[in-house]
C-alpha cells in the first residue's frame, strides 16, 4: 500500500541531510513501528509521507508510492480526501491539532461534511460512542470546551476519536501516548489495537519497545536518519543485529523494571 524507496530530507537553511536514504513498507492491514531515540528522524519521516514538509524549507528525494501512486511528486498538493479518508496522523501534542480560541465542537464540525438534520444526527450518534468507547461519556460538555479547559490525556483521546472517525486506510501516530497519563495511554493503545483487528494499516512511531511489541507486526530501527536494522519485531527484539537495538531494548527493559 505504501512504498517509501531512498527517502532523502535535507533541511535547505543548514544544508543538513536529515533522512538518509530510507527505504520501507506498509502492506494492507499491517503495522510498522519505526524506533529510534529523539531526533533519529522519525516525526520528519512521517510528516513527508504525509506531504507535510515544506518544499521552500526541505529537499525531498527518493520515491514515496501510495497504491503504486508517485505522491512526492505532488509536492504537497495531495488529491482530495488524502488527509482523513485515506491516510490520517495523530501527533504527540494534540494542542497542535486545535485551534485554541475555538470551542471543540465548531472545530470538530468543520473538519466533517454535515449535510441534513440526519447526517448530524447520526455523526454525533458515533462522536458519542467513539469518545465513550475511550472513557469520555459527557459528549455535550467537551463540545462545548476550549482545548486548554481539557487535560493532555483527555484530548488527545478526543482527537484519536474524531481520527478514527474518517476511518482512514492509513494511520500514522506518532508518539501519541508519551504526553498522556497511564491511564489515557491504556485506553489510546486499546484504539489501536482495535484498529488493527479491524485491518487498519497503521505506522507507529514510538521510543517505547513495549508499544512496539504490543502494536507492531515489524519495526524499523532508526539513527541519524538512517534506519540500521529492520524485520518482524519478534525477531528485532529477540536477536538485534546491531548493538545499537541492543542497547535501546535493553534500555527499554530497565526503564520498564525500575517504573513497575
Ligand atoms: N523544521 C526543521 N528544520 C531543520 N531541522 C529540523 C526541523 N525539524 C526537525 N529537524 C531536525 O531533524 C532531525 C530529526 O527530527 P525528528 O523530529 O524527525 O526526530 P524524531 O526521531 O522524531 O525525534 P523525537 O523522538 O524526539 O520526536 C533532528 O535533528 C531535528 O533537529
Same mark, same amino acid.
Given at each position: 500500500m505504501l512504498k517509501v524507496n531512498g527517502l532523502e530530507i535535507t533541511a535547505r537553511s543548514a544544508k !543538513?541531510? $536529515?533522512?538518509?536514504s530510507i527505504s520501507f513498507e506498509v502492506g494492507k492491514g499491517e503495522t510498522l513501528g519505526l524506533i529510534g531515540?529523539?531526533?533519529?528522524?522519525k516525526s520528519i519521516t512521517a510528516k513527508a509521507v504525509m506531504g507535510l514538509l515544506n518544499r521552500r524549507m526541505f529537499d525531498i528525494g527518493g520515491n514515496i508510492l501510495w497504491k503504486n501512486e !508517485?505522491? $512526492?511528486?505532488k509536492k504537497g498538493n495531495m488529491p482530495r480526501g488524502w488527509r482523513g479518508e485515506q491516510t490520517a496522523m495523530i501527533m504527540?501534542?494534540?494542542?497542535?491539532?486545535?485551534?485554541?480560541?475555538?470551542?471543540l465542537g465548531k472545530q470538530i464540525e468543520m473538519g466533517f461534511e454535515l449535510k441534513g438534520r440526519n447526517a448530524k444526527q447520526l455523526f454525533y450518534e458515533q462522536l458519542d460512542s467513539a469518545l465513550k468507547s475511550v472513557n469520555l461519556a459527557d459528549m455535550k460538555k467537551i463540545l462545548k470546551?476550549?482545548?486548554?479547559?481539557?487535560?493532555g490525556g483527555m484530548l488527545q483521546r478526543v482527537m484519536i476519536s474524531v481520527t478514527l472517525m474518517k476511518k482512514p486506510e492509513l494511520l500514522i501516530a506518532d508518539?501519541?501516548?508519551?504526553?498522556?497519563?497511564a491511564a489515557s495511554e491504556y485506553m489510546i493503545l486499546k484504539q489501536l489495537e482495535q484498529q488493527r483487528k479491524n485491518g487498519m494499516s497503521m505506522i507507529i512511531i514510538t521510543h517505547d519497545f513495549g508499544v512496539a511489541a504490543r502494536l507492531c507486526d515489524k519495526v524499523a530501527v532508526m539513527k541519524s536518519g538512517n534506519i540500521i536494522e529492520k524485520g518482524k519485531t519478534l525477531d528485532v527484539f529477540t536477536s538485534p543485529q546491531t548493538e545499537y537495538t541492543h542497547e535501546l531494548a535493553a534500555a527499554s527493559v530497565l526503564f520498564r523494571e525500575d517504573v513497575c
Amino acid at each position: 500500500m505504501l512504498k517509501v524507496n531512498g527517502l532523502e530530507i535535507t533541511a535547505r537553511s543548514a544544508k !543538513e541531510r $536529515l533522512v538518509k536514504s530510507i527505504s520501507f513498507e506498509v502492506g494492507k492491514g499491517e503495522t510498522l513501528g519505526l524506533i529510534g531515540e529523539s531526533g533519529s528522524g522519525k516525526s520528519i519521516t512521517a510528516k513527508a509521507v504525509m506531504g507535510l514538509l515544506n518544499r521552500r524549507m526541505f529537499d525531498i528525494g527518493g520515491n514515496i508510492l501510495w497504491k503504486n501512486e !508517485e505522491i $512526492l511528486s505532488k509536492k504537497g498538493n495531495m488529491p482530495r480526501g488524502w488527509r482523513g479518508e485515506q491516510t490520517a496522523m495523530i501527533m504527540q501534542d494534540p494542542m497542535t491539532a486545535f485551534a485554541p480560541m475555538m470551542r471543540l465542537g465548531k472545530q470538530i464540525e468543520m473538519g466533517f461534511e454535515l449535510k441534513g438534520r440526519n447526517a448530524k444526527q447520526l455523526f454525533y450518534e458515533q462522536l458519542d460512542s467513539a469518545l465513550k468507547s475511550v472513557n469520555l461519556a459527557d459528549m455535550k460538555k467537551i463540545l462545548k470546551s476550549y482545548p486548554d479547559e481539557l487535560s493532555g490525556g483527555m484530548l488527545q483521546r478526543v482527537m484519536i476519536s474524531v481520527t478514527l472517525m474518517k476511518k482512514p486506510e492509513l494511520l500514522i501516530a506518532d508518539e501519541c501516548t508519551t504526553a498522556v497519563d497511564a491511564a489515557s495511554e491504556y485506553m489510546i493503545l486499546k484504539q489501536l489495537e482495535q484498529q488493527r483487528k479491524n485491518g487498519m494499516s497503521m505506522i507507529i512511531i514510538t521510543h517505547d519497545f513495549g508499544v512496539a511489541a504490543r502494536l507492531c507486526d515489524k519495526v524499523a530501527v532508526m539513527k541519524s536518519g538512517n534506519i540500521i536494522e529492520k524485520g518482524k519485531t519478534l525477531d528485532v527484539f529477540t536477536s538485534p543485529q546491531t548493538e545499537y537495538t541492543h542497547e535501546l531494548a535493553a534500555a527499554s527493559v530497565l526503564f520498564r523494571e525500575d517504573v513497575c
